[in-house]
């Protein structure tokens, strides 16, 4: 399947190679290091230099490297949901997202130990334009979205990623993971845009959307972190944005969330996957209107499954009643854990001024203010 071969990842048959390609990589070397800090004579090399699959690659380094972050910077992982899928069967994960290497890492470490189909997953292409950060990714089974481009080129590499995707579920048997839109939620507020579930309706033009989406196991998934290690990191856009402000990256900005994702504080974490949804396409399917109309109804109905399967860790609602002074919510956290929580605040915000104060604490806080509004809805 050469037309992938710009955004897919590598072969089994190319494993090994590359691996040859990084094995002295300064990089390589301190993540081994801190993935097996026993392991002084460096055995990892010999195993990794006899790796030839990309399974193997994953379990055997990304998986001990993701076990080892959870230890060092959380107070540990759990789920819910798995149990409603099937072994040996692929499914189109479009999960919120907050942390550009974790959402992912983390999901399919849940579906390993659930003996579950791992992902190929979407990652973009400002992430990996190191040679080192490229071939990792390509080893642990991402594929590439271009970001920024405009006009026929959008449709072009929009096209080519609906394809890469369709075939790898329908035809490899390879589960993928998408986020609900480009790039992560800064602000707190998961929406999914609609913009990518067009995308996915462009593989099989003349085929019912709806049919296809049940033919991907279209399945919603929340990711919720009690503390976001790149909260402070995502700051200065929401500041400019809520200032009318245009905010533009820095050249490093990218990798340091990257960095910072992995080694900071996150306190708990928790993964719900909902299930497949088919009887809601049915419904939309059956709705009078065009497909711009039902794809709209499709985004709501992601984002309502996101939304109820998201945890209210106690930072959320300390944020709540900081933010608007109160202790309305009082009962759902402890004394320590709030005086935790401002500590971290206070060290990492200027918490006399309103407006940054107002985007740290929303940034937590907007989870609980949707829950709510949407418990209010379905009375």
């Not at 990842?9 to 993540?31: C, G, H, R, T, W």
């Not at 230099?49 to 055997?60: A, E, G, K, V, Y």
Request: proline share 3%.
């Amino acid at each position: 399947m050469h037309k992938f071969d710009s955004i897919r990842p590598f072969y089994d048959s190319e494993v090994n190679k590359a691996i040859q390609s990084i094995i002295n990589d300064p990089m390589l070397e301190a993540m081994m290091k801190f993935t097996f800090p026993e392991d002084e004579n460096m055995t990892w090399k010999l195993l990794m230099l006899h790796t030839h699959s990309l399974r193997d690659f994953q379990i055997n380094f990304i998986y001990p490297g993701l076990k080892k972050v959870l230890e060092k910077s959380s107070e540990g992982l759990t789920f819910s949901g798995f149990e409603k899928l099937e072994p040996n069967t692929a499914y189109l994960f479009i999960s919120n997202h907050r942390d550009i290497v974790l959402d992912t890492s983390l999901l399919n470490s849940c579906l390993y130990e659930n003996g579950l189909v791992m992902t190929t997953s979407a990652i973009g292409d400002n992430l990996v334009k190191r040679p080192f950060l490229n071939t990792l990714s390509r080893l642990n089974r991402n594929f590439v979205i271009e970001r920024g481009a405009q006009g026929r080129k959008l449709l072009e590499n929009s096209n080519l990623v609906s394809s890469y995707i369709h075939n790898a579920i329908l035809h490899e048997n390879r589960s993928v993971w998408t986020a609900q839109r480009e790039g992560r939620s800064k602000d707190g507020n998961d929406l999914t845009h609609k913009g990518v579930l067009k995308m996915l309706t462009l593989a099989h033009e003349g085929q019912n959307p709806f049919d296809s989406f049940k033919e991907l196991k279209l399945v919603p998934v929340s990711i919720s972190y009690e503390y976001d290690p790149t909260d402070i990191l995502k700051l200065p856009e929401l500041i400019a944005k809520s200032l009318g402000e245009k905010y533009i990256k820095s050249e490093n900005e990218d990798f340091l969330n990257l960095l910072r994702g992995i080694i900071g504080t996150k306190k708990h974490i928790h993964i719900h996957v909902h299930g497949t949804i088919e009887d809601d396409l049915d419904q939309i399917n059956q709705e009078d209107g065009n497909l711009s109309e039902k794809l709209t109804l499709l985004t709501e109905v992601i984002d309502r499954y996101i939304l109820q399967g998201y945890k209210l860790w106690p930072s959320k609602y300390i944020a709540c009643d900081l933010l608007n002074n109160s202790d309305r919510y009082s009962d759902q956290y402890t004394a320590e854990e709030k005086q935790a929580f401002m500590t971290r605040f206070e060290e990492k915000v200027k918490t006399d001024d309103p407006v940054t104060r107002q985007n740290f604490l929303s940034m937590y806080a907007n989870p609980v203010v949707n829950k709510e509004k949407l418990s209010a809805s379905q009375e």
